[in-house]
T-cell receptor
């Protein structure tokens, strides 16, 4: 089954404790991206990657890191989480012909930073 | 940069009625306009998309219309059913060059 898999689904942590949210896709997609979803603000892009070893900032990259060492994986790293990073996070991928077209989203990771 | 505004933020309709959600965009260079549906506890799922060289596109009970002159596009759902209840997001981009910019979403409730 074609899918984007995120882990964990729920995460509660404390301020300053480094964490990683994993994302993996099995569709051989070139393009992958991370979004955060906050009430009243919709979906905002954090980082994206057009291909292996190529990453770029989205609209809200501060406080986040990403890496794209393999085509299928695109982890999101919070080196020192803060309460304002409490949010619902989505990983997405697409074939990449248009870069941003026909995105497939994961099921989300609800992060709470205390 | 691109800015997408979406209205209304909430919409309630009776089962069987039609629902219309409208979005406006600011960048006249945008040429790709998708709509995503997000059910409770799930990630957004693409339901329909349209390019700027097309004025209307239909897929069963769902249709999207685009007015390039006015820079707005709309999602039309006919014969609504309870399973249409979800949050709907519109988005816009200039394909291949700019990331998708999403509207803030519309929570649609279909009342049986």
């Amino acid at each position: 089954e074609a899918q984007v898999t995120q882990n964990p689904r729920y995460l509660i942590t404390v301020t300053g404790k480094k964490l990683t949210v994993t994302c993996s896709q099995n569709m051989n997609h070139e393009y992958m991206s991370w979004y955060r979803q906050d009430p009243g603000l919709g979906l905002r892009q954090i980082y994206y990657s057009m291909n292996v070893e190529v990453t770029d900032k989205g609209d809200v990259p501060e406080g986040y890191k990403v890496s794209r060492k393999e085509k299928r994986n695109f982890p999101l790293i919070l080196e020192s989480p803060s309460p304002n990073q409490t949010s619902l996070y989505f990983c997405a991928s697409s074939l990449g012909t248009g870069g941003y077209e026909k995105l497939f989203f994961g099921s989300g990771t609800q992060l709470s930073v205390l | 940069g691109e800015n997408v505004e979406q209205h209304p933020s909430t919409l309630s309709v009776q089962e069987g009625d039609s629902a219309v959600i409208k979005c406006t965009y600011s960048d006249s260079a945008s040429n790709y306009f998708p709509w995503y549906k997000q059910e409770l506890g799930k990630g957004p799922q693409l339901i329909i998309d349209i390019r700027s060289n097309v004025g209307e596109k239909k897929d069963q009970r769902i249709a999207v219309t685009l007015n390039k002159t006015a820079k707005h596009f709309s999602l039309h759902i006919t014969e609504t059913q309870p399973e249409d209840s979800a949050v709907y997001f519109c988005a816009a981009s200039y394909s291949g060059n700019t990331p998708l910019v999403f509207g803030k979403g519309t929570r649609l409730s279909v009342i049986a």
